[in-house]
């Protein structure tokens, strides 16, 4: 499931900002566990949005420019999810920790 939330704010917002651009590299952005795992995404072009697709997911997400969207996904612990711009262009991989024992 994916919820999109426009600038949250409150002890609930995710403190790391995974800044996306049309040309970058490719990054990995390691995450633990949880239920749902929430990212913020945004989206660094000045005049126009972006957008970020889940394809093991079936998920799309739009991007306004420069603006924090916060997004909870429901991930699998221990599994490594990529993630996709315009043109199937890879912006990087969610590497899920292993859920801890407790």
């Known amino acids: 499931m994916l919820r999109d939330l426009f600038n949250r704010t409150g002890p609930q917002a995710p403190a790391r900002v ?6 970058a590299y490719p990054q990995d952005v390691v995450v633990a566990w949880s239920d749902p795992v929430r990212l913020t995404f945004r ?8 957008g970020v697709v889940f394809p093991a997911l079936g998920r799309m997400v739009t991007l306004p420019a420069s603006t ?7 991930l699998e612990p221990g599994r490594t999810y990529e993630f996709f711009g315009a043109a199937l262009h890879l912006l990087g991989r ?9």
């Open 94 to 102: 969610l590497i899920v920790a292993p859920a801890t024992a407790g």
């Open 18 to 23: 995974i800044r996306l651009a049309p040309n």
């Open 43 to 50: 989206w660094i072009a000045p005049a126009h949005a972006g």
């Open 68 to 74: 924090d969207v916060v997004v909870e996904l429901d």
